[in-house]
């Protein structure tokens, strides 16, 4: 099992819509959740962090973390093609405190 | 403020080679963080040094190692380079506190 899962994807969704993006992860003692975006032959920047169970809102985007499910998701609403990236959920904290990275999903936005 | 600085950006070099790679901070941040992207594994963690100290490490053969300096300035070494070392390798610095890494524009290695 992977330390950290996602669905490659791609995820096509069109102008407008919302795209929910998921992730999975596997050590219980996860404390710290990331979502980075990467351009294609560009390094990934950190668009979202959050910490404790819920919601967490920034703009057109949405962190949701659900730790007794070991789930988090980023929803973004009114997608953009520019959000056309992939989409790398990464995970720290357990028992070495190492960020760890999915896969990545890749999203496509259909103008 | 100047962001994480990878140096050199593209790189190639012959099986058998070894090859250094440097990476530059965040002004202020201790902690600098080794990845290795490629298409098929995504980025995998190969170690993380803070205030000189390895901190962390992933699961990479001994071919790959690291350091810090009190600087923080850090550099990679991979001796005796495979084919299948050919990779993006970028490096990630933090601050004490759970804001994320900021990475470097990345180190393309080209093992030929």
């Known amino acids: 099992q992977k330390e950290v899962e996602q669905n490659s994807g791609p995820l096509s969704v069109p102008e407008g819509a919302i795209a929910s993006l998921n992730c999975t992860y596997s050590d219980r003692g996860s404390q710290s959740f990331f979502w980075y975006r990467q351009y294609s032959g560009k390094s990934p920047e950190l668009i979202m962090f959050?910490?404790?169970?819920g919601d967490k809102e920034d703009g057109r985007f949405t962190a949701q973390l659900n730790k007794a499910s070991q789930y988090v998701s980023l929803l973004i609403r009114d997608s953009q093609p520019s959000d056309s990236a992939t989409y790398l959920c990464a995970v720290q904290g357990g028992a070495t405190n190492k960020l760890i990275f999915g896969t990545g999903t890749l999203l496509a936005v259909q103008p | 403020k100047a962001g994480v600085t990878q140096t050199p950006r593209y790189l190639i070099k012959t099986r058998g080679q070894q090859v250094t790679l440097s990476c530059s901070p965040i002004s202020g941040h201790r902690s600098v963080s080794w990845y290795q992207q490629t298409p098929g594994q995504g980025l995998q963690f190969l170690f993380e040094y803070f205030s000189e100290t390895q901190r962390n490490k992933g699961n990479f053969p001994g071919r790959f190692s690291g350091r810090q300096f009190s600087n923080s300035r850090s550099e990679m070494n991979v001796s005796t380079l495979e084919l299948g070392d050919s990779a993006l390798y970028l490096c990630a610095s933090s601050n004490i506190g759970p804001d994320g890494y900021t990475f470097g524009s990345g180190t393309r290695l080209t093992v030929v």
């Open positions: 959050i910490y404790s169970n």
